[in-house]
Each structure stands twice: as C-alpha cells, then as structure tokens.
C-alpha cells in the first residue's frame, strides 16, 4: 500500500488544540527519536486519516547509544510534571490533557529487552505478536516501517509474527476484534493458538469477554460474538 507519510503533521494537527499534550510530544523528541507504534499508527495507515483522536499513543524512545544514560535521567525529569506510573513491563502510562502516553525506553521494549531481536528500531514492527500490529514511525525522521501491517491487509489475514509474547491471551482477543473490524481472516498458526486455549481452558471465551473491560474499559465483542468465533475452531 502507497501512502504518503503525513502522520507528524496529522498527530500535531490532532494535538492543536491541546497544548499541554503538543508541548509534551515536543520535549520527548529532544532527549531521542520518537518510535511511534501501535493502535494510532495503525489506524491512521488502513483509513489514511485520523477521525477522532486516538484512545492513546504508545511511543519508543530510540535514545542516542553514546548518551542514553542522561536522556534517561532527563526523560524522569520530564515524567515529574505529570501524572504517571510504571508499569510491570518496565514502561510508563503518562496522563497529559486526559490524553494516555504508553511511554518505553526502546531498547527495554520486552522482546528487545529478552534478546528475541536486535533492538534496531526497524526490528520494532518485527516485536509484535499479530501482524496487523506491525507499524512504527519515526516521528523526528518522517520514517515509517509498514511490512508487516502491509502483509496483512494484502493477503487479508491476521498471522503471528513472533510467537513469544507475555501477553498471549490479550493478543488473541484483539485478533478477534480486528477481524471483525477490518474484515481479515486468521491464518492457519493462529487458529491453532486458538485451538490450544480452547482446549486447556475451560471457559476461555468468558476469559476473553472480563479481559476486554480491563483492556478496553468498555465492551467490544458480546458473549456470543466471542462464543461463535470460537466455535468456527474446534470442528
């Protein structure tokens, strides 16, 4: 898919009207390059356009190898002026404007940081579990990596990129949820990930039905949606 890469001028344009958020983004990009992933990245590549301002940002921070020490020490500077927290992957969930920042040091991103690839930023599409996932963008450089997220929508099938993930499960609802909202299918690997849940769990899609409120805080998938879906595996 050609696209022309307008992402930096459309997020700024998002983030006009909230200056605190804008100023934020600002100060990130002068201690390293910013590595934007994840669902505000992906949206925008399939409908070419942002419609609403995206429920969050997950951003890496490529930090320069012959500083990082200090870039660390100025990104904590900067994390003090706003409300945020850690979480168990090492990352930060920052508060600005009533806008989330999902906000990670590249090199301690969790495949990097458990040696599954090269912490190279073009490794980073290569990270993800499902590969309707696999987008980055440079914002500082106006780069975007798009191989993986490209596969998919050409063969029209969500598949696994690398299958050692500490958040299996979440990632099989999303593929739920993403098959349903870009009409794709899954692919042979994946259905049997499935087919391996619904086999040693006993109620695994009233699991993936409480996990999307944790996830999502609101409902995506009812009950029966999850239950049909699974269903189409286990003949």
Known sequence: MDTEITIKHEILGLLKT??????????????????????????YYINQKYETLPRDFDIAIKFDSNNSKESNSTLQYILKNYNYKKNRFGGYKVQVEHIEFDIWDMKNTWAFKEEKLVPKEENLVKTVYLNIDGIVYNFNKNILYYDEINKSLEDKLIDIVLDDNPQKKLNLLRAIVFKKKYNLQFSSDLIDEFKKNIKSKSDFSNELYLLQFTHYKEERLNIEEIRRELSTMTW
């Open 18 to 43: 909230h200056t605190e958020a804008s100023r934020f983004i600002e100060l990130l990009s002068q201690i390293g390059e910013l590595l934007f992933f994840g669902g505000s990245i992906r949206d």
